[in-house]
């Protein structure tokens, strides 16, 4: 059994910064896709960013303000968001790619990712 358990949102001003956490246990994330999305009240849940080994994926609306990032070593994958917009906010959930499943380009689809974890609150004031 994963378990997921983000941390790290609150509030914060525009053009400032936050780092999520992303604590994982049940699986070792070093091998895995492990993905960052959010979700805004009332809309759907959309793709963020995306991690395995030194290799990344981005949303062109976080492109050069968020960075994705991971450490083995204590099985935890983290966002960096710097430059923070009023619509960055939304709950922010991390995310694994199922093991035994090709990435291909639908990586972007929550439906595709199997694990998740509770979400955190970022909410960022104009």
């Known amino acids: 059994q994963v378990q997921l358990v983000e941390s790290g949102g609150g509030l914060v001003q525009a053009g400032g910064s936050l780092r ?6 049940g699986r070792t994330l070093s091998s895995y896709w492990m993905g960052w999305f959010r979700q805004a009240a009332g809309k759907e849940r959309k ?3 995306a991690i395995r080994w030194s290799s990344t994926y981005y ?13 083995n070593s204590k099985n935890t994958v983290y966002l960096e968001m710097n430059s923070l917009k009023p619509e960055d906010t939304a709950v922010y959930y991390c995310a694994t790619y199922p093991p035994n499943s090709a990435f291909t380009a639908n990586y972007r689809r929550p439906q595709i990712w ?12 104009s």
Do not use: H, M, N, P
């Not at 999520?20 to 246990?25: G, N, T, V």
């Open 114 to 125: 199997d694990y998740w974890g509770q979400g955190t609150q970022v909410t960022v004031s």
């Open 47 to 49: 793709f963020v960013a």
């Open 59 to 71: 949303a062109d609306s976080v492109k050069g303000r968020f960075t994705i990032s991971r450490d």
């Open 20 to 25: 999520l956490s992303c604590a994982a246990s």
